[in-house]
């Protein structure tokens, strides 16, 4: 029976999603095809009808979507503290299926290379966009630096704090970085007004 396009549209989503949750509990070395293509009742000649490039274009399809199913919390945060506070949560580190993909998905994808390593590099440069309005800096290009620094700070936080077997260690790596921003941005808005104060007086 020919499968119609509403239905194949629909099986794809179907991997996507299944691909998506499951690289992130596993790795995208941690599950095959056969075992996608049945977690969603398909076979491996359905599998291969939507993904005619395999394995490499499932993966860099899935991780795309990874990032695209988490960059709408990282939009609705209206501070830094506040996405910090989000982001290291007991709740997010927990969270290996639907989590960030960055610190569950880096090592895969360093190994994969390829398409996959494009689509996770356009994935982390989406979030760096997001984080941008965000920051403090004067110029672009500070703010583009501090947009990385926060990135590399929380995701290698929750990287390394689920590794942990101590939670107490764990919470005090998640802490450390929530502690940072908040410190960090209160001495620069103090800052500012002093340089400005100081100016006028010498004029």
Not at 37 to 64: I, N
Not at 109 to 135: C, D, K, W
Request: net charge neutral; with cysteine.
């Amino acid at each position: 029976m020919k499968v119609t396009k509403d239905k194949a549209a629909a099986n794809k989503e179907a991997i996507l999603g299944a691909a998506s949750r499951m690289y992130r509990e596993k790795g995208i070395d941690g599950i095959g095809i056969g075992e996608l293509s049945r977690s969603v009742g398909l076979t491996h000649g359905g599998f291969y009808g939507q993904f005619p490039g395999g394995k490499e274009q499932l993966a860099s399809e899935a991780v795309s979507r990874t990032f695209e199913t988490n960059i709408d919390d990282w939009r609705a945060a209206k501070s830094i503290p506040e996405l910090l506070k989000r982001y290291l949560s007991q709740g997010h580190m927990n969270n290996w299926t639907e989590g960030c993909p960055i610190p569950a998905l880096a090592a895969d994808v360093a190994r994969n290379g390829g398409a996959v390593s494009h689509s996770f590099t356009q994935g982390v440069q989406a979030l760096i966009e997001t984080l941008m309005p965000l920051v403090d800096g004067e110029t672009v290009d500070e703010k583009h630096q501090e947009a990385l620094r926060i990135l590399s700070s929380i995701t290698g936080a929750i990287l390394i704090a689920r590794a942990l077997d101590n939670p107490r260690l764990s919470q005090q790596f998640l802490q450390s970085v929530i502690d940072a921003w908040p410190a960090k941005a209160e001495k620069t808005a103090q800052d500012v007004p002093v340089r400005q104060t100081g100016d006028t007086s010498q004029g």
